[in-house]
């Protein structure tokens, strides 16, 4: 996203006090991302390619929130 990376967009919506449950797809397969995410409470993150069976689990989590 140009300007604005997903972690400040989160970080922009819990500011605004709206609880989105979140699912993060990224091309950077870092367990530093990935922890970033899990504390900042997302649902799940994802490494691009996804497999498309996470990628159902992780939204149906997400919808039940």
């Not at 990935?34 to 504390?39: D, H, I, N, P, Y």
């Amino acid at each position: 996203m140009p300007g604005m990376d997903g972690f400040e967009l989160y970080a922009l919506l819990q500011a605004s006090g709206r609880s989105v449950p979140t699912v993060f797809i990224s091309a950077h397969d870092d367990e530093g991302y990935k922890e970033r995410a899990q504390s900042a409470g997302a649902i799940a993150y994802l490494d691009k390619p996804c497999d498309s069976s996470l990628l159902h689990d992780a939204i149906d989590q997400a919808l039940a929130t």
